[in-house]
């Protein structure tokens, strides 16, 4: 599995007014307590459970992630601390979007969403009207309390074959943005589940231009062959 991956952003409004025009928004939190982290080399900051950039120029950057350890007094002096690297590793943040990411110990970081800063949260979705052939209407996303629900109930069946049951029953009335379809993969306990999800969701996501990020949650290879070729039977 590798280190990157698709988190869930909540934008705020206050951030979009002070939003540097060209820039990116980067946004990492932390899963294993507190961490210190490091942009393109420059000093930690303190620790802390949540990191955001504002304004940060697209392309690669270096992302570090550190850990006090150590700490020891001496004398009448700040107790000193040493710094553990936990993970090392490059992000690519495209132009002018919001980039959520989330750390885990023993995942690193995986990004969760990535979204256009000013992009419409609703969206067109082409339906079949009678008499007037296929007419977009207004395509919205579950909202958070619901998709909470949904998943509680995927996760409260016994075998896997009723949690992609009830996974699909969701997917008839509810569209999903990519992060969403990511946190439902995770609740299935077999590659096969995951794949036959992941290919189930692909007409009901919002996000498609990053159904990409998916793939990170597969195992094997063949399952991201598999999807591809079934994303581009479309």
Request: net charge neutral.
């Amino acid at each position: 599995m590798k280190n990157v991956l698709l988190g869930i952003l909540m934008i705020a409004s206050s951030f979009a007014s002070a939003h540097v025009p060209g820039m990116s928004f980067l946004e990492i939190r932390s899963k294993s307590g507190p961490v210190s982290i490091s942009i393109n080399r420059q000093t930690p900051g303190a620790p802390s459970m949540l990191y955001s950039v504002p304004a940060l120029p697209p392309g690669n950057h270096l992302v570090e992630v550190y850990s006090a350890a150590g700490c020891h007094h001496f004398g009448p002096h700040e107790p000193q601390c040493r710094q553990v690297l936990l993970y090392s590793g490059n992000i690519y943040v495209q132009p002018g979007t919001r980039v959520s990411a989330v750390y885990e110990h023993k995942r690193g970081i995986r990004i969760k969403q990535v979204q256009t800063i000013g992009a419409p949260a609703v969206q067109g979705y082409p339906t079949w009207q009678p008499n007037y052939g296929y007419a977009y209407s207004p395509m919205t996303v579950i909202s958070r309390p619901a998709f909470e629900a949904y998943l509680g109930t995927i996760d409260n069946q016994w075998t896997d074959s009723n949690r992609l049951l009830v996974a699909k029953q969701g997917l008839q009335y509810h569209f999903l943005t990519t992060a969403m379809v990511i946190e439902v993969m995770e609740e299935f306990w077999t590659e096969s589940a995951r794949l036959e999800f992941a290919k189930a969701a692909y007409t009901r996501v919002v996000d498609p231009q990053y159904y990409y990020l998916v793939n990170e949650v597969f195992w094997h290879s063949s399952s991201v062959q598999e999807l591809d070729r079934f994303i581009r039977g479309f």
